[in-house]
């Protein structure tokens, strides 16, 4: 089950053609799936943009509950915390959905998404409900391929995410640089 | 040909089992082939780390010249860029090693690696040295599982990257936030 409530106005529907500039910033995010008692929550920076279309590479593997779920439910949301969330995010990566309601007990608020069962988390900046497209590397590297089916992203959504250096500490977003105007061959994503 | 100098002091080897620190945080990095006439050298916004042992994941499609050269020679090197080299990397990801030679064109300096045929970038904070391990997923998604064999770091090296955001602007790393002590189930990575 879901168990979220409906989606407020402060979302608003991301093509899936952009949900690429979502991801390729190399955000930690967090990743639910419907789950047996709650839905479960995990934290993951194993993460990556595969095409302009809305297709994204995971890594999951079987030391988190979310990958029973995947497997047996295919299907999953991607949500992208903004700064606000970091403590939280890093609770939830260090704590087990199989002991612990996450939700709860870190005050996530989970909201039923448009076409997967898995939640939306209402406090993130943006999510991605997203479908198992390919789990044919899954046995050998717990690597899925993932196809985005609907995006939403905050109306007051900007660059939120931090980025995990894989040992505890986290760049936050500092300056933006415009090089628009220097991409030349590739207009399309400019 | 790798066609490049001899390794300078300024590199310092890394561990490859801490390699996913220099991916993790999604950095736009640039890649190197050994080449025909010269060493190829592109930008990639779409990578991962897949495992804590130095297992990475890059997307390359046949748009790009690496795609022929990584496919026949099967090694290339990541080199993580530094702020100071965010228009360079621009500029080398709007042109094409298959027309100019982009280390003369933007003022780069190969460097024979210690592995692979590919140069390292010596302007660059680090460099990976990587074969690919596992091509299944080319035809399909133009995605490459790669295994790094040796890495470099410079002896300066500090959260150097940049992040694309998939529409021509950056963010570069502003605050770094210690959160090492909440990392109780994976104290590995703290």
Chains 1, 2 share one sequence.
């Not at 030391?63 to 939830?92: F, H, M, N, Q």
Request: charged fraction near 25%.
């Amino acid at each position: 089950m879901s168990g979220g409530e409906s989606m407020p106005e402060l979302f608003e529907p991301y093509p899936l053609e952009l949900v690429h500039r979502l991801i390729e910033p190399g955000p930690t995010v967090m990743i639910t799936t419907a789950g047996e008692e709650w839905p479960t929550v995990m934290t993951n920076g194993f993460n990556m943009p595969v095409r302009h279309d809305g297709l994204l590479a995971v890594v999951i593997g079987p030391w988190d509950t979310t990958y029973e779920s995947l497997l047996r439910r295919r299907e999953c949301v991607i949500a992208v915390p903004g700064k606000d969330l970091i403590e939280t995010t890093v609770d939830v990566g260090n704590s087990s959905s199989a002991d612990v309601n996450k939700w709860e007990r870190f005050g996530l608020s989970p909201l039923s998404a448009s076409i997967v069962g898995a939640p939306l988390i209402e406090e993130c900046a943006a999510n991605i409900e997203c479908v198992v497209e390919d789990d044919s590397l899954v046995d050998e590297y717990d690597l899925w391929i993932l196809r985005a089916e609907a995006a939403w992203r905050r109306s007051d959504y900007e660059a939120p995410e931090f980025h995990h250096r894989g040992n505890g500490t986290f760049s936050e977003n500092g300056a933006t640089r415009d090089l628009r105007d220097r991409m030349t061959r590739w207009r399309n994503l400019s």
